[in-house]
């Protein structure tokens, strides 16, 4: 394991997943969190708990990079290995959760729908650039 790497993509990851994050939750679905404002714990509330948020999204970049680490393969290509990795990753975190939200939030369907698509483009967005900073070695001569 390239330590310098995965420290890099650790924090790349952390900034471009929270960027993501602010920019899915604060601007694309703000309407829909309006709409259901019902459901949701006051936004002192949540303002007061941010750093379990962020700490949340370290382990998510922790995580998320440490587990493309153990399986990096260095013959194949860095950004498509990277968006295949993040294909998997956002089905398995994506598809389970879908479920069980459906099954026990009283939240709209529509939210559901887009929780999913949104995480699933953050994890392949995510992938693609930890691939990027995994690309394989050039060999030179």
Known sequence: MNAKKFWIGVVVIFFVHGILQIVIHTGLLK????????????QAIQKSRMFVHLLADFFFALLFCFIY?????????????????????????????????????????????????YGLL????????????????????
Not at 122 to 141: D, E, M, N, R
């Open 31 to 42: 309407n829909l969190y309006i709409a259901t404002d019902h459901l949701w714990k006051d």
């Open 69 to 117: 680490v153990k399986g990096f393969e260095p013959n194949k290509a860095g950004g498509a290995q990277g968006i295949r990795y993040g294909l998997y990753m956002g089905l398995f975190v994506q598809l389970p959760l879908t479920f069980t939200y459906f099954v026990v939030l009283n939240a709209p369907g529509t939210l559901l729908v887009w929780w999913f698509i």
């Open 122 to 141: 953050v994890s392949l967005i995510c992938g693609g650039i930890l691939g990027a900073i995994y690309k394989p070695q050039v060999a030179t001569s």
